[in-house]
């Protein structure tokens, strides 16, 4: 039996669809209805800044040879932003922090270059940072680089190379560091293109496509990565005590109940099997890891942190060698924390100052006591002319938890409305609180709702919860750190014993044990004795002493300026007012004193940490009875 046959003509000229685009528009339309509706997409700011292009094309290039034959280099970058109401101070105390001794290879400071054919000047290039709302602050450290020799032809490299990616001329500085285990060029960029405007650059390119060129600039320098050096790359990794890339394997397969190593593959993975035990078995030895039947052990919980913190030991170490080479460094050093120990107290002379975060510039101390124990005490975030020098007589103590005026202002409104604040909730609160005041609370609340603090509601609205004040503490600790650090002597403890002024050794240190302070005190008696200051047998420096040796130090350190600077000293009495330039600060053994001069005349006041934000500023300073208050700016500013 047949049917009929009628076909469908379409359109003259028509030659119709292929059945497979007809079917993938089908699939396309049921994916459509069963899938869930797409939302607004989050802003991300991909497209946005100088070097998107570059990286999406260096990410869909085609590869010249295989990922692990590339030369290794990893490139760390970090927008640094000028705090608010802070000016430029802390952008450019970075550059000194990069300058610090021990950095070089035979332990000197620091040399600053940029490309070829110019000679940097740090003045210079602070004066240019002046207003500059960011920096940019970079590390490139090559596995290999100590096989580049010197590093500064491979930074130039780079640089021309972003140069051209971002189609722009860039205002850089660099330094080459060698102290710790792998040489590593520290790279500070300007926040403004060539024409003066703010520098934006694309997230993927400071992501990945820095990267990218770093490795193709090495590559190109040594050669591919020969099996050999692969393997003996990893070797390396095998009894380094600190976070390896094998571990970074390691953290990655462990589960809650440990480790299993399985045999690999071929010969390959029966190295990369091997090396895992060797290192398992090194991390036993550190007391990380236990044996838990064969191929299979146990990690100790903090396993990795306490790998990271074993490598930053091993920095310190390195630097601390490169300081003083005459003397060998304790290995047995100690972390200061607070409430971790017996000791609350630290009373010792710095050995160095050291990096904890080189991108955030958190410090942190290498301390001596006076029984020779060291100490690794984290000082947090510090401007540069409130570190105490090496050498200096610092006493350090947990820092009590100080809940900010705007926090509190923050708590109490959100108590009375039942958890929660608002900038109209505060108007009504508070009609007389100014618009910058209210402003305020909202940056220090946006600050909050990223550390997770608080939460912020489409209408703008905050969640405060109730233990608001206790969190707000611990987020501002966090950032500055827990610990303070009082000078007792910014004179070095081995400059005092034959200084020819008051030092801490006549006054607080003379109520002080320790192995090493007997030694020093008897030196300083003896010096003393022999100026015909002390009297033969006396084992106390009086009044009337300290008041001379006082005197004594203030006019020869007027005496000096005065004949170096061609200016004459002022003495200011009670009632008298000066008006200058914060120039410096000098570390004499009664304390720091600042230096405040004009064209014509300079004055010694005594020295606060709140004016090294200042330094370089026009002040006003005025001697009462009792002090020095002094004034930002000639003609008006904020009384201190």
């Given at each position: 039996?047949?049917e009929?046959f009628?076909?469908?003509?379409g359109?003259?000229?028509d030659?119709g669809?292929g059945?497979?685009?007809?079917?993938?528009?089908?699939?396309?339309?049921?994916a459509?209805?069963?899938?869930?509706k797409?939302?607004?997409?989050r802003?991300?700011?991909?497209g946005?800044?100088?070097?998107?292009?570059?990286?999406?094309?260096l990410?869909?290039?085609?590869p010249?040879?295989?990922?692990?034959?590339?030369?290794?280099?990893?490139v760390?970058?970090?927008v640094?932003?000028?705090?608010?109401?802070?000016?430029?101070?802390?952008?450019?105390?970075?550059?000194?922090?990069?300058?610090r001794?021990?950095?070089?290879?035979?332990?000197?400071?620091?040399?600053?270059?940029?490309?070829?054919?110019?000679?940097?000047k740090?003045?210079?290039?602070?004066?240019?940072?002046?207003?500059?709302?960011h920096?940019f602050?970079?590390i490139?450290?090559?596995?290999?680089?100590?096989r580049l020799?010197?590093?500064?032809?491979?930074?130039?490299?780079?640089?021309?190379?972003?140069?051209?990616?971002?189609?722009?001329?860039?205002d850089?500085?660099a330094?080459?560091h060698?102290?710790?285990g792998?040489?590593?060029?520290?790279i500070?960029?300007?926040?403004?293109?060539?024409?003066?405007?703010?520098l934006?650059?694309?997230?993927?390119?400071i992501?990945?496509?820095?990267?990218?060129?770093?490795?193709?600039?090495v590559?190109?320098c040594?050669?591919p990565?020969?099996d050999?050096?692969?393997?003996?790359?990893?070797?390396?990794?095998?009894?380094?005590?600190?976070?390896?890339?094998?571990?970074?394997?390691?953290?990655?397969?462990?589960?809650?109940?440990g480790?299993?190593?399985?045999?690999?593959?071929?010969?390959?993975g029966?190295?990369?099997a091997?090396l895992?035990?060797a290192?398992?078995?090194?991390?036993?030895?550190?007391?990380l890891?236990?044996?838990a039947g064969?191929?299979?052990?146990?990690l100790?919980?903090?396993?990795d942190?306490?790998?990271?913190?074993?490598?930053?030991?091993?920095d310190?170490?390195?630097?601390?060698?490169?300081?003083?080479?005459?003397?060998a460094?304790?290995?047995?050093?100690?972390?200061?924390?607070p409430?971790?120990?017996e000791?609350?107290?630290?009373?010792?002379?710095?050995?160095?100052?050291?990096?904890?975060?080189?991108?955030?510039d958190?410090r942190?101390?290498?301390?001596?006591?006076?029984?020779?124990?060291?100490?690794?005490?984290?000082?947090?975030?510090e401007?540069?002319g409130?570190?105490?020098?090496?050498?200096?007589?610092?006493?350090?103590?947990?820092r009590?938890?100080?809940?900010?005026?705007?926090d509190?202002?923050?708590?109490?409104?959100?108590?009375?409305l039942?958890g929660?604040?608002?900038?109209?909730?505060?108007?009504?609160?508070?009609?007389?609180?100014?618009?910058?005041?209210?402003?305020?609370?909202?940056?220090?609340?946006?600050?909050?709702?990223r550390?997770?603090?608080?939460?912020?509601?489409?209408?703008?609205?905050?969640?405060v919860?109730?233990?608001?004040?206790?969190?707000?503490?611990d987020?501002?600790?966090?950032?500055?750190?827990?610990?303070?650090v009082?000078?007792?002597?910014?004179?070095?403890?081995t400059?005092?014993?034959?200084?020819?002024?008051?030092?801490?050794?006549?006054?607080e240190?003379a109520?002080?044990?320790?192995?090493?302070?007997?030694?020093?005190?008897?030196a300083?008696?003896?010096?003393?004795?022999?100026?015909g200051?002390?009297?033969?047998?006396?084992?106390?420096?009086?009044?009337a002493?300290?008041?001379?040796?006082?005197?004594?130090?203030?006019?020869?350190?007027?005496?000096r300026?005065?004949?170096?600077?061609?200016?004459a000293p002022?003495?200011?009495?009670?009632?008298?007012?000066?008006?200058?330039?914060?120039?410096?600060?000098?570390?004499?053994g009664?304390?720091?004193?600042?230096?405040?001069?004009?064209?014509k005349?300079?004055?010694?006041?005594?020295?606060?940490?709140?004016?090294?934000?200042?330094?370089?500023?026009?002040?006003?300073f005025?001697?009462?009875t009792?002090?020095v208050?002094?004034?930002i700016?000639?003609?008006r500013?904020?009384?201190?």
């Amino acid at each position: 039996m047949t049917e009929d046959f009628k076909p469908r003509l379409g359109r003259l000229g028509d030659r119709g669809r292929g059945g497979s685009s007809r079917y993938s528009k089908q699939v396309r339309r049921a994916a459509a209805r069963l899938g869930p509706k797409a939302g607004k997409a989050r802003f991300s700011g991909a497209g946005l800044g100088r070097g998107g292009a570059s990286a999406r094309a260096l990410e869909m290039r085609r590869p010249r040879m295989p990922a692990f034959r590339m030369r290794r280099v990893i490139v760390k970058t970090h927008v640094s932003r000028a705090p608010r109401g802070g000016g430029g101070g802390a952008l450019k105390a970075h550059l000194g922090y990069i300058q610090r001794d021990g950095v070089e290879r035979d332990g000197s400071g620091g040399e600053l270059y940029t490309r070829e054919g110019l000679e940097p000047k740090a003045e210079e290039f602070l004066e240019r940072c002046e207003g500059d709302r960011h920096q940019f602050r970079i590390i490139v450290s090559a596995e290999d680089g100590a096989r580049l020799g010197d590093l500064k032809e491979t930074t130039r490299a780079l640089m021309a190379q972003m140069e051209s990616d971002l189609g722009t001329r860039l205002d850089w500085l660099a330094v080459d560091h060698h102290n710790t285990g792998h040489p590593h060029t520290h790279i500070v960029i300007r926040g403004k293109d060539e024409d003066g405007r703010d520098l934006v650059i694309a997230p993927d390119y400071i992501r990945q496509g820095l990267a990218s060129r770093a490795q193709d600039i090495v590559t190109e320098c040594l050669g591919p990565r020969r099996d050999l050096e692969i393997a003996q790359a990893h070797q390396r990794e095998v009894s380094q005590d600190r976070f390896t890339g094998l571990d970074r394997g390691i953290l990655a397969e462990a589960s809650e109940t440990g480790i299993r190593i399985t045999e690999g593959r071929g010969a390959r993975g029966r190295f990369d099997a091997a090396l895992r035990r060797a290192r398992l078995r090194h991390l036993e030895g550190l007391g990380l890891a236990v044996p838990a039947g064969k191929d299979h052990w146990t990690l100790k919980p903090g396993w990795d942190a306490s790998l990271k913190a074993l490598g930053q030991r091993g920095d310190i170490l390195k630097a601390l060698a490169a300081k003083n080479r005459d003397r060998a460094p304790d290995s047995n050093l100690h972390r200061f924390e607070p409430g971790g120990q017996e000791q609350e107290v630290l009373l010792g002379s710095v050995l160095a100052s050291v990096p904890e975060d080189e991108f955030r510039d958190r410090r942190s101390l290498v301390v001596e006591d006076f029984h020779g124990t060291g100490w690794i005490v984290d000082i947090g975030l510090e401007e540069p002319g409130r570190i105490p020098p090496d050498g200096a007589v610092v006493e350090v103590r947990t820092r009590p938890l100080k809940l900010r005026e705007m926090d509190a202002s923050i708590l109490k409104i959100a108590e009375r409305l039942g958890g929660v604040y608002s900038d109209t909730l505060h108007v009504a609160d508070d009609p007389a609180a100014t618009q910058a005041w209210r402003q305020g609370h909202v940056r220090r609340l946006e600050a909050l709702r990223r550390a997770g603090i608080v939460e912020r509601g489409s209408d703008g609205v905050w969640k405060v919860p109730q233990d608001f004040a206790q969190r707000a503490a611990d987020y501002d600790a966090a950032r500055t750190g827990r610990l303070e650090v009082h000078v007792r002597s910014w004179l070095p403890l081995t400059e005092q014993p034959r200084h020819a002024g008051l030092t801490w050794l006549d006054t607080e240190g003379a109520g002080v044990t320790g192995d090493r302070l007997a030694k020093v005190r008897q030196a300083r008696l003896t010096y003393l004795q022999e100026k015909g200051w002390l009297e033969s047998g006396d084992s106390e420096v009086g009044e009337a002493l300290r008041n001379r040796l006082r005197a004594m130090e203030l006019r020869r350190a007027s005496s000096r300026l005065a004949s170096s600077t061609g200016r004459a000293p002022v003495e200011l009495v009670p009632g008298d007012r000066f008006e200058g330039r914060f120039e410096k600060a000098l570390d004499l053994g009664q304390g720091r004193i600042a230096v405040v001069g004009n064209a014509k005349e300079f004055a010694l006041v005594p020295w606060r940490p709140e004016m090294e934000r200042h330094r370089g500023r026009d002040m006003a300073f005025r001697r009462t009875t009792a002090s020095v208050s002094w004034t930002i700016g000639i003609e008006r500013g904020m009384e201190r």
